[in-house]
């Protein structure tokens, strides 16, 4: 009974004690002890298992296939849960097939798909390697475009950059003709904006089907540094050459225009007989020609008087075609409403009088040749003489009236 009790009471000090260390934190309980204090020590960073991917069907594993190419990932490990009991090694290759040869993706980016795949009872384990012939940075600049606007409005930026290749994705049934043409277009509408026009070429992936990807080469003779030192130029002597163009009125200014392109370009006789063999690509045949170093064929007058123009305001559209047989190119202005050819070389060449303010009639006369079914008609009345008099009380309004309210009536 005695050890029962003492027993009793040693528990309940025991417990007294373990209690008021508990409150009391760092309180000693014996005089003299000394405190240890050891540091938090976190526990050693355990990596978490990689997530793995899980399919249950071909179609499934062959979009993981193409996140994978579209991230550009090398290799991979799938988990393949297989439902049916297929060759689950055959569908591996089909799936490679499949996507090399029918999907845009596959077809442009891939070299060769390796899967090898381990029966775990319930499942497959896939390891899969990809190889590539592209680089991610190449993937990553694939421009999705639904339309033919977004085509241009793309290449225009491209072109200005002077890059040596773009990549669209889209289900437009491009050809390397329309290509072509989308790619002059942007070029003869910005002269500023792009010195050199470039020699396109054209791969599409895969060979057949409507969803593709268009990869487009550019071809420069000349380089990079080269032609973004021309275009700062260009950006200049645009600046420079519309500022000091003067006149109070749209018909003033024109004439203005064309007669400082006169006095400060000559027609480059040598280039023109060797046009053909350089094209676009002859610095005689672009702005930069025409503007920073004052000599042009045709085709750079004409360039060069469009990027005026646009500076100044003036709408105008550069026309290629052909004069007595050789190729040749000039511009549509639009003034006070109506249309006009202004041929600025043959200005240069034979007196501003012979190509100036011209109608689809004259110029026919003139044996000029272009595309009439694609091109505003030139229609307009007025002549170098009539504009050469015109003040602002004398400008015709969009309807090709005169202006002016106090003309006396014919008697």
Known sequence: MFIHRLYKVTKISAIMVIAAIAVTGCVNFL???????????????????IEQIAVSDYNEFVQELLNLIALHETNSHMLYYSLDGEDVQAEMERAKEEILSEHPLGAFAVADITASATR???????????????TKEQI??????????????????IMSQYKDEAFFRSRL???????????????????????????????????????????????YSENLS?????????????????????????????????????????FDEGAARTHH????????????GALVRGSAVGEGFAMAFKALADELGIECHVI????????????????????????VAMCVVKGIEEAFLKTDADFEEMMYTWDRVNTVRATGELTLDDISGLDDSDEPDETGENNGENDEEEE
């Open 31 to 49: 005089e003299g002890s000394k405190e240890s204090v050891t540091e938090h020590q976190a526990a050693p960073y355990i990596r978490p298992p």
């Open 320 to 343: 290629l075609g052909q004069h007595e047989g050789q190729l040749h190119a000039w511009n549509i202005i639009s003034l006070y409403g109506d249309y006009y050819h202004v041929d």
């Open 226 to 266: 080269v032609l973004q030192r021309f275009g700062e130029l260009l950006d200049i002597y645009v600046e420079r050459n519309a500022a000091l163009v003067e006149g109070s009125t749209e018909s003033e200014i024109l004439l203005a225009l064309v007669s400082s392109m006169i006095e400060s370009t000559r």
């Open 277 to 288: 063999m350089h094209g676009a690509q002859n610095l005689a045949a672009t702005a930069y």
């Open 120 to 134: 775990i009872v319930t499942h497959y384990e896939v390891d899969i390697e990809i190889e590539y012939k592209r």
């Open 173 to 219: 049934q491009l050809s390397e003709d329309d290509i072509t043409e989308y790619v002059n277009e942007t070029y003869y509408q910005n002269p500023r904006r792009i010195v050199m026009l470039p020699i396109v070429t054209l791969e599409v992936f895969p060979d057949e089907g409507e969803d593709r990807i268009y990869k487009i080469q550019f071809g």
């Open 140 to 157: 990553d600049s694939i421009i999705n475009v639904s339309a033919v606007r977004g085509v241009l409005n793309n290449l225009l930026d």
